[in-house]
């Protein structure tokens, strides 16, 4: 047993140094550093694993500082945060390393060699990094162009991740954020025939407009006098139409069979038949009752036809897009004449309400209609709010 567990235990090294030289020779280094450090930190084998790790840290190092002088000898200012980031990982691996050494190699009797970054130097490119992307972003916020401002606010976040409120970076911040925002008015105008209902402008203007603000993009449904908007959408109403009133009358009849009695079975001669026990044979008699049903069906329908527009601050039309809404009103009333036993379920429901309803107000249907067009309104400036960026 204990051979077999021997050779198990050579297999499974054998299949790990493989593994690992492999992601050497592909040049994974970071990859054959984490799976030789696992090695190590169990102990296991560890000269093998010791110089497997010792050679891949060394090859990722030498990849990392060979990029690092490139970046230098190009003298654009742009690759100091990569300059700082790639020091800094090589500090991370450095750190990761730590726990385990010295690692002795036995074989070679030696230490395995583990080269870190000066702290010197990482806080020099620290510290260079951040006066770039500082100085980079207050440029890009004297263009006034909102594009270059979601720029700067990005570069003046990094700033803040490699040194919390650099100079002033927290309030340049705000400041890059409000020119970087795109304010939006949303405006309704009625081009139809019709009076638009008091109130129903208002309606239209308050969709849920948190819903449809991002990051960058704000709606307002009230201009701020101190906002410059650079889009408006425009909610132009072309048809606003409530009625006619109609009254509809329809009238039919329920009829049911039901029992009435009995009565004798009489033979060919008429006279009464009689069963096996010589008692009268009876039969049950049925009659059809019936019942007369006036219904009287109310209707009345509102319809709001409109085109959502896209404008830019220019007046230029970016979209437009078609949308409309309904609403109905329907009131059933009925009475009954004749027999109410005849009557159907369906039949009885109705005469629940025996006397007509008063039809709503055209201003109250049209209302509702505006309602109902909100979701429609706020569906079409979801789908084209990229427009507006």
């Not at 980031?85 to 991370?92: A, F, K, M, P, Y």
């Not at 009995?262 to 038949?273: F, I, P, T």
Request: proline share 3%; charged share 25%; net charge neutral.
């Amino acid at each position: 047993m204990k051979k077999i567990f021997l050779l198990f235990l050579a297999v499974t090294l054998l299949d790990s140094c493989s593994s690992i030289q492999k992601e050497l020779r592909k040049g994974n280094y970071d990859d054959a550093f984490t799976k030789a450090l696992r090695r190590v930190r169990n102990n296991e084998g560890k000269d093998k694993y010791g110089l497997l790790l010792e050679e891949a840290y060394a090859k990722a190092y030498a990849r990392d500082m060979q990029q690092i002088n490139f970046w230098k000898k190009t003298g654009n200012p742009v690759y100091l945060e990569n300059i700082y980031n790639t020091l800094d990982g090589i500090r991370q691996r450095y750190i990761l390393v730590s726990p385990v050494l010295p690692i002795h190699i036995t074989s070679k009797n030696r230490d395995a060699v583990f080269q870190n970054i000066n702290d010197n130097d990482l806080i020099d490119a620290k510290t260079k990094a951040a006066e770039y992307l500082y100085t980079h972003a207050m440029k890009l916020l004297e263009t006034k162009n909102r594009f270059d401002a979601r720029d700067a606010y990005n570069e003046l976040l990094r700033t803040n991740e490699l040194y919390p409120n650099f100079r002033d970076t927290n309030a340049q911040l705000q400041r890059a954020y409000e020119a970087g925002l795109s304010h939006v008015i949303l405006q309704v105008a009625n081009l139809s025939e019709t009076v638009m209902p008091v109130g129903l402008e208002k309606e239209l203007t308050t969709i849920d407009l948190i819903g449809l603000n991002s990051f960058w993009v704000k709606f307002d449904e009230k201009a701020d006098t101190s906002v410059y908007y650079g889009y408006r959408v425009l909610v132009k109403l072309s048809r606003i139409e409530a009625g006619p009133e109609q009254v509809l009358k329809n009238k039919y009849t329920d009829s049911k069979k039901v029992e009435d009695g009995w009565e004798y079975v009489l033979d060919a001669k008429g006279n009464v038949m009689k069963d096996s026990l010589g008692n009268d044979i009876k039969t049950k008699k049925y009659k059809t009752i019936s019942c007369d049903v006036i219904e009287t069906v109310q209707k009345k329908e509102s319809t709001i036809g409109a085109v959502v527009q896209f404008f830019t601050a220019n007046n230029e039309l970016i979209q437009s897009v078609p949308v409309s809404s309904v609403a109905n009103f329907q009131y059933i009333s009925a009475t009954a004449i004749g027999d109410l036993n005849a009557l159907s379920d369906a039949s009885r429901a109705k005469l629940q309400h025996t006397l007509p309803a008063a039809f709503p107000m055209d201003t109250d249907l049209i209302m509702q209609a505006g309602e109902n067009l909100k979701p429609f309104i706020k569906s079409a400036i979801s789908s084209y709010v990229t427009l507006l960026r």
